[in-house]
């Protein structure tokens, strides 16, 4: 494993959801029309100051994601659920960028794309923990199967607005980056994995 790349896909996996909750804070602020009860978060990115605020820092969260999964991928090796949830996470990363690109006035992209960072973020994230698992990292499965699966499950209930259960389910699977990158950092630990 080359630890100059699993530092640097730590780091991106440490900023990306700083920099985008920071983002859509910023962008609410520019927006004194946004209630969490009423709106979407994408409605932030229809027009004005807000829109190209939400959208270019959703483009660049994406590509902070996209960075770590190459750590995903570097951990994972030859293990084909390692592999298998690095792509997949590699795929959310890359809708995620597109949901800025295609915002909300490019529909059905802007749907779709957006469904697709939604659904395949935590899938890549209870894929990945199989791997995880299977190299006794128990404890980190198991944050990233119950995270991971309740930010589905969150979708399921009967919300006012898209805004609490985007928020609530991205940040949950947000705290397993958090976890993995903190993992990345040590490379001592990660040559471990076989």
């Given amino acids: ?46 027009q004005g100051t807000e829109a190209i605020i939400f959208n270019n820092g959703l483009m660049i969260t994406g590509s902070l994601i996209l960075l770590f999964s190459r750590g995903l991928f570097e951990i994972a090796e030859k293990n084909f659920w390692g592999k298998l949830g690095s792509i997949i996470h590699v795929i959310a990363s890359l809708s995620l960028f597109l949901i800025g690109l295609f ?34 990292m128990t404890f980190i499965a198991l944050m ?29 699977c947000s705290i397993w980056h958090f976890i993995i990158s903190f993992f990345m950092w040590n490379t001592e630990k990660n040559r471990k994995i076989e």
């Fill in 103 to 136: 915002n909300i006035n490019i529909n059905p992209w802007h749907f779709y794309v957006s469904v697709g960072f939604f659904v395949t973020l935590p899938i890549a994230i209870i894929i990945y923990s199989i791997f995880l698992y299977q190299n006794k």
């Fill in 144 to 172: 990233g199967w119950i995270f991971s699966v309740t930010a589905l499950l969150l979708w399921t209930f009967n919300w006012s607005s898209v805004a609490i259960p985007e928020a609530a389910s991205a940040g949950l």
């Fill in 1 to 46: 494993m080359n630890s100059k790349h699993l530092h640097f896909s730590a780091i991106s996996g440490i900023l990306s959801p700083i920099f985008g909750f920071f983002i859509v804070f910023i962008a609410i602020s520019y927006a004194p029309w946004f209630s969490w009860t009423n709106n979407a978060l994408s409605d932030l990115g229809r």
